[in-house]
């Protein structure tokens, strides 16, 4: 898809997440067990790989109204913290919440990324796979490994193909209608996308999650919960219950990924 569309349905279905979630953490994400799950894996790998948070720099691209800059910063107040977004209205929105040490701006990771600086830790939450091609995607993933300070670390929650076909398939076994499929704002990624990463000097590590820790929530969410409920019947409190009563991680069934790579020296 050329960027001229690609940009466009971007810009229509954030003005749309803009005007109508504003602040609140349910911006980009109505499912909050995913979004506080993604939260943790952002926070708890930190403090795995944080050596000296007042010397140390973060840049959230992609970074929406940045609910997760605000968490991250009632857990690392010296930790220094940029975020920057494509969209007016969500930079906007960020930069309201006038979080300290915080560096808001509006820009594009499909272009050079060297003004910005050098950072320990990039991340990005869904958002290389609001780029509508894998052109786009390429280039972000190489522009965001130039920033990396030598040592550094990119931690990333986006989706995969992989696990769609997995759940797709589980699906199609209980004679469940419907594919789970991207939205048209999204371009999931495949596991061989990662090899530019790789070519710019970067190495998978273990985080402090599996990167299929949402898998049983998924599980539950597309497969039980969709054989179970009956017409107008309501699902959060089976939802709530297989969440806690089954361990995350088993299988590969959610399309969110959670991973962690490290910079060679
Ligand atoms: C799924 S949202 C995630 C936002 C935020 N991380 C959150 O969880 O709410 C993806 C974000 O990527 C941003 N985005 C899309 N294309 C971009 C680009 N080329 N450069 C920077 N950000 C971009 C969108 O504006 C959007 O805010």
């Known amino acids: ?131 509508l091609s894998i052109e786009e995607q390429y280039s972000a993933f190489t522009n965001i490994s130039k920033i990396i300070k030598p040592g550094g670390y990119y931690l990333f929650s986006e989706s995969f193909e992989e696990p769609r076909a997995n759940i797709n398939r589980a699906r199609k076994q209980m004679k469940l209608a419907q594919d789970v499929n991207p939205s048209k704002h999204n371009l999931w990624l495949r596991e061989e996308d990662l090899e530019v990463l790789k070519e710019n000097g970067l190495r998978e590590i273990e985080a402090a999650c599996k990167p299929n820790h949402l898998s049983t929530h998924f599980y539950i969410t597309r497969i039980l919960h969709s054989i179970a409920l009956p017409k107008g019947g309501e699902a959060s409190e089976f939802q709530n219950f297989f969440n806690l009563a089954l361990p995350a991680a088993i299988g590969n069934y959610s399309p969110i990924l959670f991973r962690a790579f490290v910079k060679s020296k």
């Open 1 to 131: 898809m050329s960027s001229g569309i690609g940009d466009q349905i971007i810009i229509e279905h954030y003005n749309k997440v803009a005007e109508r979630f504003g602040l609140s953490p349910q911006s980009t994400l109505g499912d909050q067990y995913i979004r506080n799950a993604e939260i943790s894996f952002f926070i708890d790998t930190l403090k795995l790989l944080l050596k000296d948070e007042s010397s140390q720099s973060l840049f959230d691209i992609g970074c929406g109204n940045a609910h997760l800059l605000s968490c991250l910063r009632a857990l690392f107040p010296t930790l220094k913290l940029s975020g920057m977004d494509f969209h007016p209205e969500l930079v906007k929105l960020a930069a309201s919440r006038e979080i300290d040490n915080c560096t808001i701006s509006q820009g594009d990771m499909r272009k050079d990324l060297s003004s910005y600086g050098q950072f320990d830790f990039v991340l990005t939450e869904r958002s290389v796979i609001n780029l």
